[in-house]
């Protein structure tokens, strides 16, 4: 039946013209404002990309939050590849963010103990900013006192990263790559460094580092969450347990350099080779500590330099919250976040005053390029840099 054209429809007509013309602009408004959002979907685990913020030349950083079918999420952001925020469930199921951080980039660019970033080319410190290869000195920043610590003035936590999100089997994935010039921060050698952190459905963070170089260098890569399992991240971390599979550590001098010797933890506050609450013993009357002003220290891992294993764990009783730490690295760096000292705000309100967070940075020994008793951290071209740490959330 052919359509007559009246008066009232050609209202309806104008009417709906309206509608669809003012529908556009209105979904073209929203896929501006979700322009920044786009959405990696799979089956199991949506990434969702977004922008953080902003460097100070205009360039975008970006953020993508890992998500697991249990409901665990973990923010990571291109600038350092800092975790900015990690949700856990404690024992009644309730997720709580577990990591120190900011909620903004800025903060992040103002100057912050490494909260959440990655850490290289060197983790820890490196005495007096030198090391010699192949009768060759390198000279490095003396960012820390009159040695050089995580990588110097620009380390890998204060660069922009290349990030891409990809759907595994094994879960949510962020790659993430970087170039390090030859000579950046005064290393040799070009190094190509990828970090990925891989979300399972089993509450685990995978993360695996890869780099290679062109020239003789020494690589030492780690990750630098301060975690606080309560969940109230500007409360100590006193009332939780820590275990540590080591029988020795790495006693330091006054500027927390190894002096080379691996002194037994036996009847001493270092051992924690027994679930122990780093409140217990962090006061005592202790030379070691008094140098660390509490625990600031690289234990030698009894797995070995080989293996991939658990070799630590942290446990918050109130909450449930249980945190196994699993590397083939041979050392760990338990820091009880001595130096914090209440002058940063703290997600959630109130500020990081000292021990609000503590972190199980696993790594080579500090100083190794100037301890030739040391694992090597040397890394020559043809030869692939690798090292893997997980950390393992649940309750108990
Ligand atoms: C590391 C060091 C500590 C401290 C923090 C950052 O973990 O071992 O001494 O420098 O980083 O504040």
Not at 144 to 153: F, Q, S
Not at 177 to 195: A, F, I, N, R
Not at 244 to 255: E, K
Not at 365 to 390: C, H, I, K
Request: net charge negative; hydrophobic share 30%; charged share 25%.
């Amino acid at each position: 039946m052919m359509m007559r054209i009246t008066k009232p429809s050609i209202f309806y007509a104008v009417l709906l013209l309206v509608f669809i013309v003012t529908g556009c602009k209105q979904s073209k408004k929203e896929s501006h404002s979700e322009m920044e959002t786009v959405k990696t979907e799979s089956k199991q685990n949506p990434i969702e990309e977004t922008i953080f913020g902003e460097m100070p030349d205009g360039t975008k950083v970006k953020k993508f939050t890992l998500k697991n079918e249990a409901g665990m999420e973990v923010d990571v952001i291109t600038y350092g590849g800092i975790i900015t925020r990690w949700t856990a469930p404690d024992k009644n199921g309730l997720y709580e963010d577990v990591v120190l951080g900011f909620e903004s980039l800025e903060p992040y660019l103002d100057g912050n103990p490494y909260f959440g970033a990655l850490i290289g080319r060197y983790g820890n410190r490196i005495a007096n900013g030198e090391f010699a290869l192949e009768g060759k000195t390198y000279t490095l920043a003396k960012n820390d006192g009159d040695n050089h610590l995580h990588g110097g003035e620009k380390g890998f936590d204060k660069v922009l990263w290349n990030g891409v999100a990809k759907n595994t089997e094994e879960g949510a994935v962020i790659e993430l790559t970087y170039t390090s010039q030859d000579g950046e921060e005064g290393y040799p050698g070009k190094l190509d460094v990828k970090v990925t952190y891989t979300l399972t459905d089993n509450n685990e963070l995978d993360i695996q580092y890869e780099a290679v170089t062109d020239k003789p260098t020494v690589v030492n890569l780690t990750q630098h969450s301060y975690f606080n399992l309560s969940g109230q991240l500007s409360e100590q971390i006193l009332d939780h347990e820590i275990y540590l599979n080591a029988d020795t550590y790495l006693p330091v001098d006054g500027g927390l350099i190894p002096t080379g010797e691996l002194r037994p933890v036996a009847s001493t506050p270092f051992d924690f080779k027994e679930s122990k609450l780093i409140g217990k013993e962090i006061e005592a009357d202790n030379e070691q500590l008094k140098l660390g002003k509490g625990y600031d220290h690289c234990w030698v891992l009894n797995k070995g330099e080989e293996g991939f294993g658990m070799v630590a764990s942290a446990y918050h009783g109130e909450t449930g919250r249980f945190m196994e730490v699993y590397t083939n690295e041979p050392g760990m760096q338990f820091y009880s976040g001595n130096f914090l000292d209440g002058t940063l705000p703290a997600k959630g309100g109130g500020t990081y005053g000292q021990r609000s967070g503590f972190c199980l940075e696993t790594q080579h020994f500090p100083n190794s390029p100037n301890q030739a008793d040391f694992p090597s951290v040397r890394l020559n071209p043809g030869e692939t840099y690798t090292s893997r740490t997980m950390f393992k959330l649940s309750t108990k």
